[in-house]
């Protein structure tokens, strides 16, 4: 997803810099309301964030890149330094801190919580879905009380793509040219790997199609569980799928 809506290299949001020195000076601790909607802004410590992702029980995991979306049931590890990146082994997702723009968290009445990393030049492009076990708000409480965070529009974070279903990314569009994404079949087996990254993040696993079908261009693939679901684009050229696949749908 390419900057639009006021997203920027400078952590904008319809021209409101949620990352300046002065927004940061007014930080204050929040907290979890269990109802009402909310959005903030949290203080920008990427390492620290994410290693308390693996206090969450059963989280899901949405990718967001060029004609192509990922929405996974995983569990994350601890993230260690890797060259220029943080990388997961557990959950597949390697991520480089600077390019990190912001990291907010989203909630709006009557749907699941979600926390948003916003990439320079990239957009909303990772986000991770909490579960709603009580073990996963008492660790969404820890961390809006041990970040400083400000209160931001939730409705801007959202035309700027925050929280982003699958189907809607990619109605969205992008024009990310260093992006890319692929499928591709484990041996002979009927098990598939994903890859997908951009400038900033990569993400890496594999899954096993139990379902597949196809609305227009966009062939949507889930397992047996659900637990992984996936929607690519045939069309878009930065999006690689096996040969067998592309006859079936083309």
Known sequence: MGPRDGVGTGGRVDGMNLLSPASLRNRQHCSLAPIQSQSYSLALRPRAFLNQLLHFDHPKLVIRNRGFALCR??????FFSEEENYADPVSGLRI????????????QAGAPPTFELLFEDAGFVCAIHPSNAQ?????????????PCRAVDGERLRAAGAAAWLDEHLEMGSDSPDAWSEISQINDSSGFRLSTGRAGFAFEGCFQPWVA????????????????????NLLDGSVSLPMKMKRAYL
């Open 135 to 147: 073990n996963s708000r008492n660790t969404i409480e820890h961390i809006l009380r041990s970040f």
């Open 73 to 78: 049931e995983t569990e994350f590890g601890v």
């Open 96 to 107: 480089r801190p600077d390019q990190i723009r912001g990291i907010f968290f989203h909630q």
């Open 213 to 232: 079908d196809r609305d227009g261009a966009v062939v949507r693939l889930s397992d047996r569980g659900q637990q992984t679901v996936v929607f690519a």
